[in-house]
């Protein structure tokens, strides 16, 4: 009877120590999710800045003012056309 005794005492050491190990990973990896949800979160917000940085920069307007301001570029007349030399 000891002998059963002791080892149902052992089983059920075993049994709360593999409980209490569960439970650990368990709050571990639920922690290690929402960190990655909250950097997926992030990852997205900034995903979405700059695509509208990228939109932003790719206008009519800003295409036409980097072209006169970083590269002198300037609009054509029919003058300049018609005779073939650049003023």
């Not at 709050?27 to 995903?47: C, I, Q, S, W, Y």
């Amino acid at each position: 009877m000891v002998k059963i005794n002791l080892i149902l005492i052992l089983a059920v050491l075993a049994s709360g120590l593999g409980l209490v190990h569960n439970a650990y990973e368990s709050r571990r990896l639920f922690t290690e999710r929402e960190r990655a949800k909250a950097e997926g979160h992030r990852l997205a917000a900034d995903a979405e800045r700059l695509k509208a940085e990228r939109h932003a920069q790719a206008t009519n307007l800003r295409v036409e003012q980097v072209a006169r301001e970083r590269l002198g570029m300037r609009l054509i007349s029919p003058a300049v056309v018609a005779s073939g030399v650049a003023p």
